[in-house]
């Protein structure tokens, strides 16, 4: 018979590897961080940034100032033309179907909405007009709200 502390340390080294067994495992799933579906998350998140910093201005969470709130509007226009590419999944082909069509160019039309908004966001910002930028940042928070629950449901 064996003693005691070498069967506990038997069971210590099976839970061990079972506890090695699952990190592995998890470090399988990494996607690609090139894959589309990547690198239009890494696109929103610069987005989001963006937005946030303006939001804190604007808000008065953080000292307004006029540059760097100009600055956050035009990297969030040129982060706006970036994602849209990422979504194969809006492609048309001849093998769309129609309602595949349609969900495509709404997606397509609310992505413009953006870029049209964020363009907007910008132009507001160069003017330093507090009111003008509040009223295009809300439509630029207006169009990703209405994008989100059209296209990203949940």
Not at 24 to 41: E, F, G, H, I, Y
Not at 48 to 55: C, G
Not at 67 to 72: A, N, Q, R, V
Request: glycine share 2%; hydrophobic share 40%; net charge positive.
């Amino acid at each position: 018979m064996l003693p005691f502390c070498y069967l506990h340390w038997l069971d210590m080294q099976r839970f061990i590897l079972i506890l090695f067994s699952l990190l592995a495992l998890t470090a399988c799933q990494r996607t690609d961080p090139n894959s589309p579906v990547s690198l239009r998350k890494a696109t929103f998140k610069e987005m989001l940034k963006s937005r946030e910093a303006i939001h804190a201005m604007l808000n008065g969470d953080k000292p307004y100032k006029q540059d760097e709130l100009l600055k956050e509007a035009i990297k969030l226009k040129q982060k706006s033309q970036q994602p849209w590419a990422y979504f194969a999944e809006f492609a048309i082909t001849q093998q769309s179907t129609s309602k595949q069509q349609a969900d495509a160019k709404d997606f397509h039309a609310a992505a413009e909405n953006m870029q049209q908004q964020s363009v907007a966001l910008e132009a507001a910002a160069q003017s330093g007009q507090s009111e003008n930028i509040r009223a295009s940042y809300k439509a630029v928070e207006n169009a990703c709200i209405r994008c989100h629950q059209q296209f990203r449901p949940g």
